[in-house]
């Protein structure tokens, strides 16, 4: 075997010291979940910065033809016994008080130290060099070697630098009212205690405006707690915009609203505010709760969050296949609960899972940003048992280690990153809407998977409305794709109203003591709502040639392999604040819906007549302008949009009304000539745009998220070669872009002349209406934008709650407050 200092001087030009901007892979393998804390280590290749475990290092020595990496490995110190530590031994849990997950002062924080370890590895004999080995070898080689190490130690990992961007609840901005704030010299002046509202004299949840020291109640929460509305209702009539909540003023601050901003904010000259009134801050102490510690305390209230995470009972863990834990990231729950349902589908295990080893094998030189390959990279680590391991204690000095009731897991990083590259809310830590991140990946496969079987084949399906004039009795079908059901919730039909009111009529009363009843919706109910006619009361019927009512029906025209049931909880209120309907669902094991099938024109039915453009006119031939709609034109402009904008949306929709009129204009409001005159086929006057060139860097970012380049080219030209507009703009004309083809590496084929004749119709399966629950997934919290989920799914017919890293055997799962359901197509 050659010197080691040889063999480094032999791969000395391939060894690079990190730069600004150099993405280094040194916590996670680009193509399994190894890390350094992992049995072998992780291998960082001293070229690319991409990291690798044990498994898969020499598949990317022999790809890539690299020769040395920096090894890595990391082991957990051990844990020093605190002296506020219980008599069981561990430190008494830190009650939250931040608004976040996976920060200083959020949920379940635990901080772990490990000691780390580097050397050198040579490839393919595998040759160890150490820091201390460096010290002996030629200047030349110690220092490059060294610096390098140097680099990629000292480096910020890309998981790290995701991290950074932790959201936290209780980040607040300087108000804009702060510095100016006008203060009415009405001789007020504010006792240290015993406020009431001036209105209802609630005595709790009080708010003293700070331009004329008015003190009112707060908003009323969703469950019926809070205030009465006063101090919003005051800022409506008066304008007045800052308030401070009494109760939370210390020396250090105290929570200040802005209404006008619709924020908690920070002010800035707030002692100044006070002492206007008589309020010193320096004296004051803190007898209210702020209002993070407040949504920490919905959030964590009995009922939602400890009947849905079974909290009552002693759970029992489970591990194996297909039992693998989640680490959340940092309100990434919403991610966790979707994708491991995704990988119970049959599609998605066999087109990622039982492939991964192709994929792998034909994964690019980056594998980090390519879709396929991270997709089966969480897949397999889901299923394969691999990290479906208790996490262990630190333990004492020796080593002695005792398994925690939650997994070590994965932590899907890389994917996380991926997938919501470029999105405006998927790419931040914040908390998103499951549904919402459901469709956006189903969107990602359905581009990604042009060529190939298609996974999400196994939700799509067909829906048939049937619109019928009621002055005509002719009838119009049309059919679109879609993949989710949304069922609306009837509160007016809830089977305890009775009860209702009488908590709510106690609450009037002044009865804060009430416990709240959550409202008891059937499910048959639900999908009565689905199902019956709607009355659409402006309907411009072809038939008729103008406005009448008509009625629409909604069923399937075909039913998919697997049901996705959307409970739609989310709603807004008169003040249009979202909230969340507390109901309770009784949603069934099997579900029938045979008599939901569309049936298409019935015998004797008469359609409403096609509506087209005006017909293309040669060239010597008089245009004459279509008769457009003007109400619906007026309708459009009186909204702010511009006259020739509306004109070509009522056009181009065939005066069908507002409804259809406003749909194009939302879908057509990036176009670049949006605000164009409109020019009819056969007129002169238009104008070819001109092709402006593009960033190649921006085309290349386009292109690594699964579009082709003429898909990207064309997004940049609509939106001036601006990055984040070409991306918003291509997710929402992704309609328009079908012509265009693209394989699954984003690799054109409209060079040949079959590419550009029109694609087929979408691929939908059909069967049976008749389906099984295998899996729902709950909502915990007040909003979408905050709280927390967590699934349930039937696994050999054992429920099992996956909890983030706590995968346990479900006793007894919530099925009636879930928000997503997930059912499969009953065997015959």
Known sequence: MADSSEVLMSVLSTIRVPKPGDRVHKDECALSFSSPESDGGLFVCMNSFLGFGSKYVKVHHDRAGQRAYLHITRTRKAKKEDDTSSGSGHPPKKKPTRLAIGIEGGFDVEQEHYEEDYKVVIFPDKQEVTSDDLETMPDVVKERVSLSMAG??????????????????????????????????????????????????????????????????????????????????????????????????????????????????????????LSHFGINMMNMEKTERTMTELEIAVNQRVGEWEVIQESGTTLRPMYGKGL??????????????????????????????????????????DPTLDFKTQVAKLGHGLLSGEYSQPAPDPGDENGAAEPKDYQIGIAPRMFKALVGRGHPEF?????????????????????????????????????????????????????????????????????????????????????????????????????????EPELLTDFWSSAVQGKTTATKTTRFASFPDHLVIQIKKFTFGLDWVPKKLDVSIDVPDTLDLSSLRA?????????????????????????????????????????????????????????????SAMN???????????????????????????????????LATIVSMGFSREQATKALRATSNTL????????SHLDDLESME????????????????????????????????????????????????????KKDQQWVIFNDQKVCASEKPPKDLGYLYFYRRAAE
């Open 427 to 531: 790419s931040t830590n914040r908390q998103q809407d499951a549904q919402e991140f459901l469709l956006h990946f189903i969107n990602m496969v359905e581009r990604n998977c042009r060529s190939g079987p298609n996974p999400s084949e196994a939700f799509r399906f067909l829906v048939e409305e049937k619109i019928v004039c009621q002055q005509s009795q002719k009838a119009k079908y049309t059919q679109r794709v879609d993949y989710i059901i949304q069922l609306p919730v009837p509160m007016d039909q809830a089977i305890n109203t009775d009860e209702l009111q009488e908590v709510e009529r106690q609450r009037e009363n002044g009865d804060s003591t009430v416990n709240n009843v959550r409202a008891q919706i059937p499910f048959s109910v639900c999908l009565a709502a689905l199902s």
């Open 152 to 273: 990629i130690i000292a480096a910020d990992s890309v998981s790290h630098a995701l991290q950074v961007q932790q959201w936290d609840g209780e980040l607040r901005q300087e108000s804009r009212f702060a510095a100016e704030l006008k203060q009415l010299d009405n001789g007020i002046k504010i006792p240290p205690s015993g406020w009431r509202c001036e209105v209802c004299g609630l005595q709790e949840n009080l708010w003293m405006n700070l331009t004329d020291g008015k003190v009112l109640c707060g908003r009323r929460y969703f469950d019926g707690s809070g205030g009465n509305n006063h101090a919003l209702q005051y800022f409506q009539e008066t304008g007045y915009p800052l308030a401070v909540k009494l109760g939370t003023i210390t020396p250090d601050g105290a929570d200040v609203y802005s209404y006008d901003e619709d924020d908690m904010v920070l002010d800035s000259k707030l002692p100044e505010h």
């Open 664 to 698: 194009w204009v939302m879908g057509h409001m990036d176009d670049p000539d949006f605000s164009a005159p409109l020019v009819l086929p056969g007129c002169s006057g238009g104008t070819t745009p001109t092709m402006e060139s593009v960033s190649e860097e921006h």
């Open 324 to 365: 693998t834990g989640m680490q959340n990231l940092g309100n990434s729950c919403y991610l966790n609960s979707v994708m491991q349902v995704l990988f119970t589908v049959p599609d998605f295990v066999s087109k990622y899972v039982d492939n991964i080893e192709k994929i792998v094998g034909e994964a690019p030189s």
């Open 599 to 659: 049936s298409g024109q019935q015998p004797g039915e008469e359609l409403l007549p096609e509506v087209a453009p005006t017909s293309l006119m040669t060239p010597d031939v008089e245009v004459k302008a279509p008769v457009l709609d003007d109400s619906t034109v007026l309708q459009l402009c009186d909204m702010g949009f511009p006259l020739e904008a509306c004109r070509k949306a009522v056009y181009y929709t065939g005066n069908t009304g507002i409804d």
């Open 742 to 793: 693209v394989s699954e590496g984003g690799r054109s084929a409209t060079e040949s002349e079959a590419a550009r004749e029109p694609p087929p119709g979408p691929c939908v399966r059909d069967g049976p209406g008749k389906y099984e629950l295998f899996a729902f997934i709950s909502h915990m919290g007040t909003s979408t934008m905050c709280g927390h989920y967590v699934c349930h799914i």
């Open 724 to 731: 984040e507009r070409a991306v918003d703009w291509i997710f």
